[in-house]
């Protein structure tokens, strides 16, 4: 779905994770935001690309770095090197603090770097922070919600 084209309330995301408990508390926290979140969940680079090709852009990826086979490093190197998704907004979403991952990704141009949380407030948080940076995408010169500039 090209991002112009889609309703403001409208977000079609495409989330990159291999743990399904965390894929799903996600999923249960942006059920409760005001913008319809359309998400499809792949386990794995090869699964996130299929999506991609198969159905065009979405208007976010949340990308895991911690993935089996390729991680998302090597995905965010691959987004970024190609002139059909080199646009795509990628907010990393992982459980790695640490600060060469942080550099790593920033260099890479993720858009966004945020740490998944370790309890539900936390995912809520996260949600949130997504939503708010979904709506500064969505409509230009709309101010983010508060502490959503996690990174990038």
């Given at each position: 779905?090209?991002?112009?084209?889609?309703?403001?309330?409208?977000?079609?995301?495409?989330?990159?994770?291999?743990?399904?408990?965390?894929?799903?508390?996600?999923?249960w926290?942006?059920?409760?935001?005001?913008?319809?979140?359309?998400?499809?969940?792949?386990?794995?680079?090869?699964?996130?690309?299929?999506?991609?090709?198969?159905?065009?852009?979405?208007?976010?990826?949340?990308?895991?770095?911690?993935?089996?086979?390729?991680?998302?490093?090597?995905?965010?190197?691959?987004?970024?090197?190609?002139?059909?998704w080199?646009?795509?907004?990628?907010v990393?979403?992982?459980?790695?603090?640490?600060?060469?991952?942080?550099?790593?990704?920033?260099?890479?141009?993720?858009?966004?770097?945020?740490?998944?949380?370790?309890?539900?407030?936390?995912?809520?948080?996260?949600?949130?922070?997504?939503?708010?940076?979904?709506?500064?995408?969505?409509?230009?010169?709309?101010?983010?919600?508060?502490?959503?500039?996690?990174?990038?």
């Amino acid at each position: 779905m090209d991002r112009s084209s889609a309703p403001r309330g409208t977000c079609d995301v495409l989330l990159v994770e291999d743990n399904l408990a965390d894929a799903n508390l996600l999923l249960w926290c942006l059920a409760d935001a005001r913008t319809e979140f359309k998400i499809h969940v792949a386990r794995d680079s090869e699964a996130a690309f299929e999506h991609l090709r198969a159905h065009g852009n979405p208007d976010l990826v949340l990308l895991d770095l911690n993935l089996p086979g390729r991680d998302g490093r090597e995905i965010l190197d691959d987004i970024r090197s190609d002139p059909r998704w080199s646009a795509l907004p990628v907010v990393i979403l992982t459980s790695s603090q640490a600060q060469a991952d942080i550099r790593t990704c920033t260099e890479k141009r993720a858009s966004r770097y945020l740490t998944k949380p370790l309890n539900l407030a936390g995912y809520e948080e996260i949600a949130r922070a997504i939503e708010g940076y979904w709506l500064s995408l969505a409509e230009p010169g709309a101010p983010e919600t508060p502490g959503t500039a996690a990174g990038g």
